[in-house]
């Protein structure tokens, strides 16, 4: 009997060895884990920085783009507006210069535009 005895004791040793050996195996792989997932955690927030960072770039660009052609835009509106001052003080010195000719002109262009318009 002392022989049955003794081959449970080896089988219940063996039993907690493999037990032990089991847990140790499960905690390698859970710490294995925690340490993947903590590296992936990383990676990804490094991602979502770079992400961000590159994402504001483009605003500020397209930011400073918008501007600049708001300040073109404002540039010729201001070169068109001095061109019609120009012109309109032109005019009213030639109109001023020369009264008759002008009526005489404004004459002409008037009949033309009218029988423009009966057509």
């Given amino acids: 009997m002392s022989t049955n005895n003794e081959s449970a004791n080896r089988s219940h040793g063996h ?25 992936a955690s990383n990676k ?4 979502w920085d770079d992400v961000k960072d590159k994402a ?16 073109d835009v404002k540039d010729k509106a201001q070169d068109l ?13 030639y109109v001023k210069r020369n009264p008759l000719k002008s ?4 004459a002409v262009a008037g009949a033309i535009i009218g029988s423009l318009l009966r057509k």
């Fill in 15 to 39: 039993d907690t060895d493999l037990t032990e050996s089991a847990k140790r195996g499960a905690q390698a792989l859970k710490e294995k884990s925690q340490h993947l997932a903590h590296k």
């Fill in 44 to 47: 990804a927030e490094e991602a």
């Fill in 56 to 71: 504001q770039n483009l605003a500020d660009k397209a930011s400073n783009k918008i501007y600049e052609t708001w300040d």
């Fill in 81 to 93: 507006k001095d061109k019609a001052c120009d012109a309109q003080a032109t005019l009213t010195s």
């Fill in 103 to 106: 009526v005489a002109w404004a």
